[in-house]
T-cell receptor
């Protein structure tokens, strides 16, 4: 069974204090790993898709990386507006598979 | 602007009543989805549809029903058979089921 876990559950950073969020996954053949940002009371916003180990993608202060077992979302010099819940999801290669989402990491960046 | 709309944003119903949540997209996506989000849990798939007039059950379909009569629309009905209907409901769409999904703003349903 495909599974996704995320750690830590919650993270508090000072503005400018860089850190990383972890997404560990188990899937029988990875088609893609997806990162989303979700603000309270809103729908998730798509950030990145990673397809193969070694791949990296960047967007402003965010950088996502992928290995065969996990993905990291690195946040460099975060600002308070980066505060949100970050969700990770995986999708396997088989046609009948659906996305499996992790529970998310709740990030708070303090000014 | 292309996107996904859900209405209403907040919905209140009495126990025993059926309620329908609206989802419309103008992204020309073939696939559409309904998820349920509860505190501390990942998104759970209720139903999905790959094409018009076809839909499949997800992991937690009991007590829910859907229709897909138009490519743009995928309404979800929460029936009185759903034992714990109070939740945040999210609609999403994608070009294909293997690609990234784009989400609507969500509907928060409260049943008392």
């Amino acid at each position: 069974e495909d599974q996704v876990t995320q750690s830590p559950e919650a993270l508090r950073l000072q503005e400018g204090e860089s850190s990383s969020l972890n997404c560990s996954y188990t899937v029988s053949g990875l088609r893609g790993l997806f990162w989303y940002r979700q603000d309270p009371g809103k729908g998730p916003e798509f950030l990145f898709t990673l397809y193969s180990a070694g791949e990296e993608k960047e967007k402003e202060r965010l950088k996502a990386t992928l290995t065969k077992k996990e993905s990291f979302l690195h946040i460099t010099a975060p600002k308070p507006e980066d505060s949100a819940t970050y969700l990770c999801a995986v999708r396997g290669v088989w046609d009948g598979q659906n996305f499996v989402f992790g529970p998310g990491t709740r990030l708070s960046v303090l000014p | 602007d292309g996107g996904i709309t859900q209405s209403p944003k907040y919905l209140f119903r009495k126990e025993g009543q059926n309620v329908t949540l609206s989802c419309e997209q103008n992204l020309n996506h073939d696939a559409m989805y309904w998820y349920r989000q509860d505190p501390g849990q990942g998104l759970r798939l209720i139903y999905y549809s790959q094409i018009v007039n076809d839909f499949q059950k997800g992991d937690i379909a009991e007590g829910y029903s859907v229709s897909r009569e138009k490519k743009e629309s995928f309404p979800l009905t929460v029936t009185s058979a759903q034992k714990n209907p109070t939740a945040f409901y999210l609609c999403a769409s994608s070009i294909d089921r293997a690609y990234e999904q784009y989400f609507g703003p969500g509907t928060r349903l409260t049943v008392t």
